[in-house]
């Protein structure tokens, strides 16, 4: 079982995510720090992009945010290297398939694995043309984590049957956002669990508790993204506090 999977042993799992370098790399590592400390099971951590086509207004803004102040991949893995020296749960990048490219992808993920990386989410490779890359995810141990969208349809069984990690079932047509979800996550989750014996967790619309125990009553979880990225714009270099504030409130009742 691999580090990803037992995030999700002890019951439903709360997966953070959080856009790297908004509004400085020592705050998300604050926010990191803290949203664990509140019941956190598996951080994903976003490598800012120019054009994430996946993201909604508010982390399209936090990624234009974290690039302006000079934010880097490398830079990126060093705050991966600090947060390892305390942070045991998993972690995941959420990046795009460009921003692996231009780094090199054997050194991307070589560095992945040197710098404690469990994963890696990119949500603008489809499912046919993920053979880019696992072989260099293979080589070094990092899951490559299947998204399963709406639109998916006679395709889940397959992408399940491949999965690794856990799978990301995308609860909405459209980008990530505040709002709810309007697909049949549980007719979705049936299909997945027909293939596979890996987790799976819903994202996308996902912002209050009650969201969050709707969503992790069908699945093995619930990805929050958008409404903490929020909070991290509200309260910039003081986000620390109340992203764990809110990170309780909603692993409380997941």
């Keep these: 079982m691999s580090r990803i999977q037992n995030a999700f042993a002890n019951g439903k799992a709360f997966i953070a995510f959080i856009t790297c ?13 803290s949203a664990v400390a509140n ?4 951080i994903e951590l ?7 086509t996946a993201e909604g207004p508010v982390i399209q803004g936090a990624n234009l ?3 302006k102040g000079g934010v880097t991949t490398d830079k990126i893995f060093d705050l991966v290297r600090d947060l390892r020296r305390d942070v045991t749960v998993p ?19 070589a560095t992945c694995k040197e710098t404690g990386m469990d994963g890696i989410i990119l949500p603008d490779v489809p499912f ?9 995810s293979r080589r070094y141990g990092i899951d490559f984590i299947s998204l399963i969208a709406p639109t998916s349809e006679h395709r889940i069984a397959k992408i399940a049957a491949e999965a690794e990690g856990f799978l990301y079932i995308v609860s909405r047509l459209g980008v990530t956002g505040i709002g709810g979800g309007n697909a049949d996550i549980s007719s979705m989750v049936k299909l997945v669990r027909e293939n596979t014996s890996i987790p799976c967790a ?15 009553a069908v699945s093995d979880g619930a990805i929050v993204g958008s409404a903490i990225v929020k909070i991290v714009e509200k309260y910039g270099r003081d986000a620390a506090g109340p992203v764990g504030e ?9």
């Design 21 to 33: 370098g908004d509004p400085d790399l020592e705050t998300t590592a604050k926010v990191v720090r």
């Design 39 to 42: 019941g956190a099971d598996l």
């Design 46 to 52: 976003g490598i800012p992009f120019s054009d994430p």
């Design 65 to 67: 945010r974290a690039l």
């Design 91 to 109: 972690m995941v990048f959420m990046t795009y398939a460009n921003v692996v490219f231009s780094y090199g992808a054997d050194r991307f993920f």
């Design 128 to 136: 046919e043309e993920k053979d880019e890359f696992l072989p260099y």
């Design 202 to 216: 819903v994202g996308f619309g996902i912002s209050t508790p009650e969201q969050a125990h709707a969503m992790a």
């Design 246 to 254: 809110y990170v309780k409130s909603m692993t409380e009742n997941l």
